[in-house]
């Protein structure tokens, strides 16, 4: 593969290096005009009639109409384009696929240029075209109704004879039939020589690439006649012949020109069912063929749970897929020979998406067999990259850069990938015969070799799992034994609950220690006889203080967070009698600041926690709220109000070290059936549902008024049928705890 490799290198390099050269840029049609007055057409290159045309909707106008009619309505739209992705100015709506329209460019010419022709391209329905006053072409039948439509796809080279410097080009077109119209490929107008050369060349292009596919779909067929066992033979020359089929009745080459214009053979009828129903049955054929290419046997590669899944679908999706796929494609070209084309082009669209899924699935195969290192897998990913290079050419070649020379390679690049194609199954055959011949020779010593081999392999795996099982069984004692002492740190909910009229903790952790935790103590308001501190409206009486905090981290490296959160409260407020929320947080910002931020740790993490934290004065109805980062909602009277917390949090690490932190208190007055909730952004941030998306605070917000009424033990009851139906099958994303206490 290193000589492939090289290649593709030095491809790439010439891409790069190739691109860097522009051609003299073409000039656009604006507003309905081009200006070519500047324009060597004996030098240049012929120029694209691409930009903005006038186009009259539903209109067949003459240059006659225009030169005695008053002043017609039109619009300006994009060519080449489909009129069907085109919007209506006067019904802002897209234009329908069937009626009838009319074309106009404006051409300013040169003072002196040589014989000049206009190429019509392929306008796939029925068409008129004038130059001046002259009609030039016509294709089919053009008409205002169903009635006297004949559709007819002919590209024509015109020679045209203009009498001074300007040229009003009128196109005709009327659509009956397919579900695009309009003008979907590019005028042309230049020199006559240079633009009879170009078609010579790709005429002849097509006509070699028509013969390879012949001749390669024969030789198929001829190597799976002796050997009928290899399928991907005979499924090979099948595409290489529909692909050439294809070719023959909507390819640019003389022998399309002949049956179309002078015979008369290949009438749109033909021509359409002809080009879908291959198009359609290259995809089951496609997929029978890399099937016989890859065949299912089992995956090699190590690590099997990474590959778990693709295993599954390799394995399984093969055994009815594919049949699937069959019967869908032969039913639905049942249906394309039976119906005329206005019908049966009408659900094309419709049926597309199933052929992208046919795509998807056949994409699928080919990485699949990658992955499972089959052999001569990369040479399917380098035919896929000459076909993406020569893509790339070709869209640079319409924009004016050239990287392999002026001219479209897309027929070399199928020549290439075909051939590629025609290596593989050749290469298939040689080691066919090749591993025929050693296992009849090593046979025996293999199968013998094969079985020690994995004896011992299982042997080492029985080993390793053992090992695993107990180091697992360990840590998950231990950490189990800690969460025991979490819960005994944590004060239970019933006592809490016997401090306010109703109340209820949900905690729920990820894994089975948690991160978030909540703190509760009901002190007097003149603690160790100290003077509270200047914020506190209260001076005598009992305190009820609530906090629920969020620690950064979750399983054992939050729970150590929320023990030296519980530490630090205790100190705080039962020791140092502070009960004002704002200057709690503010002590307790700065404790776990410094002992996070210490010499010897450096607290890159940003560590800290974020809080709610509420003291109620019940006697008086008063309380005071603060907050890190994490709001209170507060609802009364059906109605609920969310009071956001500061936008800092506690700790932090030296992201905030020279933060002016903020914890500023927010007082209320409470009244009788108030209820308050606090929570960690554990619920709100759950991936689940339909969609696989996350709760998201606003429906947080929303659930909890709709269920506030509701009891406080019936509240946490659904709240936890809410989450665990919003969660579904997926894992917890985080720690969940929710807080509610009733006034």
């Known amino acids: 593969m290193s000589r492939i490799d090289l290649f593709l290198f030095l491809i790439l390099i010439s891409c790069i290096t190739g691109c860097t050269h522009q051609k ?91 014989q000049l022709s206009i190429y019509i391209p392929k306008i796939w329905t029925a068409s008129r075209v004038w130059m001046n006053e002259k009609m030039i072409y016509q294709s089919g039948n053009v008409s205002t109704s169903v009635k006297g439509f004949k559709n007819r796809v002919l590209e024509k080279l015109v020679e045209i004879y203009p009498q001074g410097q300007e040229i009003y080009l009128i196109v005709q077109v009327s659509n009956y039939d397919m579900f695009l119209a309009g003008l979907l490929q590019s005028f042309r107008v230049g020199s006559y020589a240079k633009i009879m050369e170009n078609i010579s060349l790709q005429y002849s292009w097509t006509m070699m690439w028509l013969g390879i596919l012949f001749a390669m779909g024969i030789y198929h067929f001829i190597l799976f006649l002796f050997r009928r066992r290899r399928k991907s ?11 050439g089929l294809r070719l023959i009745i909507f390819g640019e080459h003389y022998f399309y020109e002949y049956l179309t214009e002078h015979i008369g053979g290949l009438t749109f009828n033909i021509q359409s069912k002809t080009y879908y129903g291959t198009t359609f049955l290259l995809v089951p ?157 090593n046979l025996e010593k293999k199968v013998i070799e094969r079985t020690a081999e994995v004896t011992r392999q299982k042997d080492e795996i029985e080993e390793q799992n053992k090992k695993i099982e107990l180091a697992y069984k360990h840590i998950t004692d231990s950490v189990v034994y800690a969460s025991r002492i979490q819960k005994a740190m944590l004060l239970k909910e019933e006592e809490i609950s016997r401090h306010f009229k109703e109340a209820f903790i949900y905690l729920r952790p990820r894994d089975i220690v948690s991160g978030d935790f909540y703190w509760f103590a009901e002190i007097e308001a003149r603690a160790n006889g100290k003077t509270p501190p200047k914020y506190t409206p209260w001076t005598e009486g009992k305190v009820k203080i609530l906090i629920a905090a969020d620690c950064t981290g979750h399983g054992v490296p939050g729970a150590f967070m929320t023990v030296m959160g519980n530490d630090f409260l205790n100190e705080i407020i039962l020791e140092g009698g502070i009960i004002n929320p704002e200057k709690v947080i503010c002590e307790l910002d700065q404790k776990v600041y410094q002992t996070l931020t210490r010499k010897d740790h450096e607290n890159t993490a940003q560590d800290g926690m974020d809080l709610a934290m509420i003291a109620l004065h019940e006697s008086d109805g008063q309380m005071i709220f603060s907050g890190a980062k994490n709001p209170m909602y507060l609802v009364r009277n059906g109605e609920m109000r969310m009071i956001e917390g ?27 059936g108030d209820v308050i909730y606090m929570a960690s952004d554990g619920f709100q941030d759950q991936f689940g549902g339909k969609d696989g998306r996350k709760y998201m605070k606003k429906r947080f917000r929303e659930f909890l008024h709709k269920i506030s009424p509701l009891p406080m033990n019936e509240q946490k009851t659904i709240l936890e049928k809410e989450f665990e139906n919003w969660k579904g099958k997926k894992s917890q994303t985080d720690d969940v705890l929710v807080v509610g206490i009733r006034i």
């Open 285 to 441: 054929i496609s997929l029978l063929y890399m099937k016989s290419l890859y065949p299912v046997r089992p995956f090699t590669i190590s690590s099997e749970t990474s590959y778990k899944r693709l295993k599954i679908l390799y394995n399984h999706w093969n055994i009815f897929f594919i049949p699937i796929a069959s019967i869908i494609t032969g039913l639905y070209l049942a249906f394309v020979l039976v119906v005329p084309p206005r019908i049966f082009l009408a659900t094309i669209l419709y049926y597309q998406p199933i052929l992208l899924v046919f795509l998807a699935y056949l994409i699928f195969l080919m990485f699949a067999a990658i992955f499972r290192r089959e052999h001569e897998s990369y040479y399917q990913i380098i035919g896929m990259l000459v076909m993406l290079v020569a893509a790339a050419n070709d869209g640079l070649h319409q924009l004016g850069y050239e990287i392999f020379g002026a001219f479209e390679i897309m027929p070399l690049a199928f020549v290439i990938f075909l051939s590629i194609q025609f290596i593989v199954i050749a290469k298939r055959f040689s080691r066919a015969f090749k591993e025929v011949e050693d296992l009849s020779a």
């Open 646 to 672: 500061s936008k800092y949090p506690v700790g932090g690490g030296k992201f905030y070290a020279n933060s002016n932190k903020s914890f500023e208190p927010h007082p209320i007055i409470l009244k009788e």
């Open 24 to 114: 003299k840029i073409s000039p656009k049609v604006q507003k309905g005009t081009i200006d070519l007055s500047l324009w060597d057409f004996e030098q240049d290159k012929d120029v694209q009639l691409n930009g903005e045309w006038e186009f009259y909707w539903n209109q067949l106008i003459s240059p006659e109409d225009l030169s005695t009619r008053p002043v017609l309505q039109y619009n300006y739209t994009k060519v080449p384009a489909s009129w069907t992705n085109l919007t209506n100015p006067q019904t802002s709506k897209k234009y329908p696929p069937f009626g009838y329209a009319t074309y106009r460019v404006h051409i300013l010419l040169p003072k002196k240029y040589p």
């Open 233 to 243: 033979t005979f499924y090979f020359g099948i595409i290489c012949l529909l692909l």
